[in-house]
């Protein structure tokens, strides 16, 4: 009697920490599990590895023979995105430190850029050039359609963004696009705006057909925070560290989509694959000089001319695990 009590003490512990990381794993807005949700493994990452599963993620710009090569290796005839001007896509600006990925914006202007100038944008049309600023895009190389995305990130803390989207077959999903510092006067509030969108490229031209914009309580560069997104064939929920944020119905969608001259808005429909990056955005301001992009890193880090994305996981998960 004594002695199966004492193996039962004994393995108590082990049961309670089995069943703790079983609930570390479930979506912040639903701890309970209401929605019975299943973790997609193919698709989520820790980022807790020694190095970066390449099986799961494509990295855009990675170097052969002291130049960055731009071919997915499941699409080698696809022209693949080198970023834009005046940054551009780096294989080698990630790291893997203390359980986080993170995705590296470097002043680098030696760096072997493209010599073509990149799509005009805005009014008039600009055509910049690649230059000075290399950043880093990871790619998901596997595809799901429809759940609960999940990710635990701080943007950087500069004139760039520090993204969390997602592309499918003529779609795209933006789920955040953190712009994390502003120079200019009149967008005092860059650094706290989320917005999210959904664009349909089979579209010519302008092909946002759903957005929405809103002004947070944080600057988002500050502090780690949880952002969520469940997804379905009925519309999408915003999640902000657990909290429901916004949502918008398919019905929503395709009568904000409809008001603005498209068929219809809600085409993300299709299986989509993940996509992580840091951008230039030029109508809100370029990093001009090692010393302004690492304006508001820490002491004793503004000398090595990087800003940091920090990821500390991205989740998936889905009704089934497909």
Request: net charge negative; glycine share 8%.
């Amino acid at each position: 009697m004594k002695k199966g009590f004492f193996i039962i003490c004994a393995l108590l512990p082990l049961v309670q920490l089995q069943a703790q990381k079983e609930k570390a794993i479930l979506p912040l807005s639903d701890p309970n599990n209401t929605g019975k949700w299943v973790l997609n493994t193919e698709v989520s990452d820790e980022f807790d590895t020694p190095t970066l599963n390449e099986d799961r993620w494509y990295v855009v710009g990675k170097f052969e023979n002291g130049k960055p090569v731009y071919k997915h290796p499941d699409l080698p005839n696809k022209n693949v995105w080198i970023g834009r001007a005046p940054s551009q896509f780096s294989g080698k600006n990630y790291r893997l430190e203390n359980g986080k990925l993170i995705l590296e914006t470097r002043w680098e202007p030696d760096f072997p850029f493209s010599d073509k100038l990149d799509k005009p944008w805005g009014k008039d049309n600009t055509r910049s050039k690649f230059e000075n600023l290399t950043t880093a895009c990871l790619i998901g190389r596997k595809f799901f359609q429809y759940g609960y995305m999940e990710i635990k990130s701080k943007a950087a803390d500069a004139e760039i963004t520090s993204a969390f989207w997602a592309m499918g077959q003529g779609l795209e999903l933006d789920i955040f696009e953190h712009f994390g510092d502003h120079r200019q006067p009149n967008k005092l509030k860059l650094d706290k705006e989320l917005w999210w969108s959904i664009h349909d490229w089979t579209v010519k031209g302008n092909n946002s057909v759903y957005t929405e914009h809103h002004i947070l309580d944080f600057r988002v560069a500050d502090a780690f925070h949880i952002y969520g997104v469940e997804w379905d064939e009925n519309g999408i929920k915003y999640f902000i560290d657990g909290k429901l944020f916004t949502e918008a119905s398919k019905e929503k969608i395709d009568e904000w989509a409809k008001a603005k001259g498209f068929e219809k808005g809600y085409v993300v429909t299709k299986p989509i694959s993940i996509w992580l990056d840091q951008e230039t955005f030029p109508w809100h301001g370029v990093p001009g000089s090692k010393e302004d992009l690492e304006l508001n890193s820490p002491e004793g880090n503004k000398d090595d001319g990087i800003v940091d994305f920090e990821i500390e996981y991205v989740r998936v998960w889905q009704k089934n695990n497909i």
